[in-house]
């Protein structure tokens, strides 16, 4: 816990691309993340960012609470560690398995329910992905310096 907080929860300060460089297991799978973020989105020709960051939680943590990714057009994660748990949205549930991958609306509500308690984290890989629209909306609702500073180039 950081002052209170997970780690999770300051997914705004970093990107998880930057912290894993020129480690190449990652490099392969931010690779893969892009390609599949980009079919997702049909290939849009405007210009695109996104920010990854690591879930890990040992299953106290708050953001298992209802929430929605507000300044995201796209939202989604990778399983790694999710122990007995399923994403659930306001209209279906998603069976956490290691190595499946979500990817949807940002303003999608969900949360994380812990079917069986965990000794050891659970751990995903999530990401959002922003438009110039996104980005021209968190300028006027942060200001400019105060924007999320990890967001890079899709």
């Known amino acids: 816990m950081l002052d209170g907080r997970s780690a999770t929860g300051y997914h705004k300060y970093y990107n998880l691309m930057l912290l894993t460089f020129g480690l190449k297991t990652f490099h392969a799978f931010f690779a893969e993340l892009k390609k599949e973020i980009l079919d997702f989105m049909k290939h849009p020709k405007e210009p695109l960012w996104y920010m990854c960051w690591l879930n890990y939680d040992t299953g106290e943590n708050a953001f298992f609470k209802w929430h929605k990714h507000h300044d995201a057009r796209v939202h989604g994660f990778v399983s790694i560690e999710p ?36 000794k050891k ?27 999320n500073i990890a967001f890079l180039p899709l």
């Open 83 to 118: 122990q007995k748990t399923v994403t659930e949205f306001e209209d279906f549930k998603l069976t956490n398995e290691t190595g499946k991958m979500y990817i949807g609306p940002g303003n999608k509500l969900h949360k994380v329910n812990i079917l069986e308690p965990y």
């Open 121 to 147: 984290p659970r751990i995903s890989i999530a990401f959002d992905v922003c438009g110039y629209t996104e980005v021209k909306r968190m300028y006027n609702k942060y200001g400019k310096v105060d924007i």
